[in-house]
């Protein structure tokens, strides 16, 4: 692909092309000896060529890229069960209680993430990624782009932090499974490597090549990051993760060992990544309302778990409708696991307080990061509040949230100012990142407002739940 979009072609100022170079040089049996080395390497070009351009006749209309191709066999990918799944979970899970367009699937992303990552493994090889890669390992990367979220749980991330197995561990699985290992080896790729690209915990053997996809999938400037905050902002409508996707892959050059270095010129475009990405977790992903919905499912969630009512991997394979419908089912045994009922249908708990969270206040509220303890801190709070308030408040009717902590990924090599990202000219340095961290994760407490009980009326909720910590 060439930096106005186009296909990618063979590179012809490489050399392969010419068979005498400096021609006062080199002599008639030195070009005859190099000849098969130099056509080898054309013939390898080229069937890397073939591996993203061949029989790409299969479209795709996305509302956000336009028309995305893909080949017969990678269509046959996105029509089986498992994939069929991603188009019954929402993207962004509760986010439409507060921005009603948000209803776009994680089907559709993981389609996103496949066209730019095709165009991106495009760039790479005009500037010299060919060295390195194969047309098997081209292929596998374009699956697993395809299949990075096969394995994603329902609505959004709500059971993220419970004692579950990763979602990519959960993809790696998907895509070495039947159906889908014979659909990905069709298409000429290998599932091992496909699957090994999305689970970094499989053994890579050291094989270079797939730890260069590895960094590829997952970095600063990945395909899945630029796809969901354009996604996400278009759908949402807010303006603030647009990203320009052309100029940013104009400034790309591959590094075997880093996946992707920048140039000066594309420093701004991190910056806006950044930037984006701290304002849609302010803005739409940590918005109080989605915080609300999102720890009621995880109370519920981890209430069941523990108590044996719901077992790990009932919560495998699910989609939004069928998380839904097991919490409705097992709530006859569990009256907590209610709250999946009350998200369904917009009936969310109120915020009643908010904290800025501190990770290093071991006196205050960071005793409430631990998940595994926070039960017993709505306990003591709700039992507080009912000698406050004269009315009898349940742990059950309480949510103490803290936001898990969130990655600002910072780690690229500045080419011409031969230096990290975070000691270039670049604004954005660690410290401003830390302060993105520390601005974002609010602690904040959530009340059953639906009770009718009088807890808005005590001023001194905060201090109250700085008495119960450890």
């Given at each position: ?41 054309l013939?390898?070009?080229?069937s ?50 507060v ?11 993981s ?24 047309p ?32 990519e ?28 690209i ?6 890579a ?20 990051k ?15 993760g ?22 000066s010129k ?20 940590w ?19 523990e108590k ?15 998380l ?68 009898s ?61 009088g ?16």
């Amino acid at each position: 692909m060439s930096e106005t979009g186009g296909p990618f072609y063979p590179r012809p100022d490489n050399g392969l092309c010419n068979s005498v170079q400096n021609s006062g040089e080199l002599t008639l049996h030195t070009t005859l000896q190099n000849l098969p080395i130099k056509c080898t390497l054309l013939n390898m070009q080229m069937s890397l060529y073939e591996a993203l351009n061949r029989a790409f006749t299969s479209p795709v209309r996305d509302s956000l890229w336009g028309h995305v191709y893909l080949t017969p066999e990678l269509e046959a990918i996105t029509k089986s069960a498992p994939f069929m799944r991603l188009y019954r979970i929402f993207q962004l899970g509760p986010v439409y209680c507060v921005y009603p367009g948000a209803t776009h699937t994680r089907a559709a992303h993981s389609i996103g993430v496949f066209h730019l990552a095709r165009r991106l493994i495009q760039a790479l090889i005009e500037r010299g990624a060919d060295e390195w890669l194969t047309p098997a390992g081209i292929r596998s990367f374009l699956a697993a782009s395809l299949l990075h979220d096969a394995g994603h749980f329902p609505y959004a991330h709500s059971l993220k932090e419970l004692p579950l197995d990763d979602h990519e561990k959960l993809t790696g699985g998907v895509i070495l499974s039947s159906p889908m290992k014979d659909l990905i080896a069709q298409t000429g790729a290998d599932p091992y490597f496909a699957a090994a690209i999305v689970d970094a915990l499989l053994p890579a053997d050291e094989n270079e090549e797939l730890i260069f996809y590895r960094k590829l999938l997952s970095g600063c400037l990945d395909p899945d990051k630029l796809d969901y905050l354009n996604r996400d902002a278009r759908y949402a409508g807010v303006p603030y993760g647009a990203q320009d996707v052309d100029f940013i892959f104009s400034r790309l050059y591959p590094s075997k060992e880093r996946g992707v270095d920048i140039d000066s010129k594309g420093i701004p475009s991190v910056e806006s990544v950044l930037f984006s990405k701290y304002l849609m977790y302010k803005a739409v992903y940590w918005h109080r309302s989605v915080r609300s919905a999102t720890s009621m499912i995880k109370k519920a969630l981890i209430a069941a778990l523990e108590k044996h009512v719901i077992v790990e991997e009932e919560l495998y394979g699910l989609d939004d409708q069928g998380l839904f419908a097991l919490m409705a089912e097992r709530s006859r045994l569990l009256p907590i696991l209610s709250l999946g009922e009350k998200v369904k249908n917009g009936c969310l708990y109120e915020t009643i307080a908010e904290i800025p969270f501190d990770e290093h206040d071991h006196q205050g509220c960071a005793d409430y990061a631990d998940i595994t303890k926070r039960a017993m801190y709505e306990e003591r709070l709700a039992e507080a509040l009912s000698k406050a308030t004269g009315d009898s408040i349940t742990a059950d009717e309480i949510i103490i949230d803290v936001p898990e902590p969130v990655s600002f990924e910072m780690g690229l090599h500045v080419t011409d100012e031969h230096r990290s990202f975070s000691q270039s000219s670049a604004l954005v340095n660690e410290e401003i990142i830390c302060s993105f961290k520390k601005n974002l994760r609010v602690q904040r407490i959530f009340f059953d407002q639906a009770s009718g009980k009088g807890i808005k009326r005590i001023e001194k909720i905060i201090d109250i739940l700085y008495t119960f910590t450890l």
